[in-house]
């Protein structure tokens, strides 16, 4: 079966930096996304990598490494507002997405 | 202002009652979507489009249908509805000519089954 790990929720301070893992089992793969997701709100595109490497953008950055079926977010200089949920999705070899549960990220002062 | 957006926001429904969940978007999109959210669950795609007079299933399709007359709209039926049904729906949409483009999500739709 396709299988998304993310660890369900992680703490962290303000100013902090934060890393949010995701591994992935999937039939196939045609690129990894990231999305962050408000309480109550709307899912919101963060990122999207299809080779291996780190994609940085701003204060947020992405990590895919296929061979290990493996990505991580990478938060820097983390703010309040940045309190929310963030979602890991592959895309499979029939490009459906497939997603994770989401890791609720807390952010303390 | 250019999106997508979903009706209505939230909705208390009698069991064996029929409900349609509205979705528009005005992006010009060809794919559209439905997702249902539930706690400790994935988004769980439920039906799919890729483009306007097609559908296709999804992974939770069951006690749902959709259609696509036209390239704006994709509404989500219950035929009747149970209280399993209880979930956030979300609507999505993006260009199906290009698999890494974003989707974009409406609102969601707070459906409780009773």
């Given at each position: 079966?396709?299988?998304?790990?993310?660890?369900?929720?992680?703490?962290?301070?303000?100013?902090?930096?934060?890393?949010?893992?995701?591994?992935?089992?999937?039939s196939g793969f045609n690129g990894l996304f990231w999305y962050q997701q408000h309480a109550g709100e709307a899912p919101t595109f963060l990122s999207y990598n299809v080779l291996d490497g780190l994609?940085?953008?701003g204060r947020f950055s992405s990590f895919l490494s296929r061979s290990k079926?493996?990505?991580y977010l990478l938060l820097k200089e983390l703010q309040m507002k940045d309190s929310a949920s963030y979602l890991c999705a592959v895309l499979d070899s029939n490009?459906?997405?497939?997603?994770?549960?989401?890791?609720?990220?807390?952010?303390?002062p | 202002?250019?999106?997508?957006?979903?009706?209505?926001?939230?909705?208390?429904?009698?069991?064996g009652r029929r409900m349609t969940l509205r979705c528009t978007q005005d992006m010009r999109h060809n794919a559209m979507y439905?997702?249902?959210?539930?706690?400790?669950?994935?988004?769980?795609?439920?039906?799919y489009s890729n483009t306007a007079g097609t559908t296709g299933k999804g992974e939770v399709p069951d006690g749902y249908s959709v259609s696509r007359a036209n390239t704006d709209d994709f509404p989500l039926?219950?035929?009747?509805?149970?209280?399993?049904?209880?979930?956030?729906?979300?609507?999505?949409?993006?260009?199906?000519?290009?698999?890494?483009?974003?989707a974009f999500f409406g609102q969601g739709t707070r459906?409780?089954?009773v």
């Open positions: 079966g396709q299988n998304i790990d993310q660890p369900t929720e992680m703490t962290a301070t303000e100013g902090a930096i934060v890393q949010i893992n995701c591994t992935y089992q999937t994609e940085e953008k079926g493996y990505s490009y459906q997405l497939i997603w994770g549960a989401g890791t609720k990220l807390i952010i303390k | 202002i250019a999106g997508i957006t979903q009706a209505p926001t939230s909705q208390i429904l009698a069991a439905w997702y249902r959210q539930d706690l400790g669950l994935g988004l769980r795609l439920i039906h039926t219950l035929a009747s509805a149970v209280p399993s049904q209880t979930s956030v729906y979300f609507c999505a949409s993006s260009d199906s000519g290009d698999p890494s483009t974003e459906l409780t089954v």
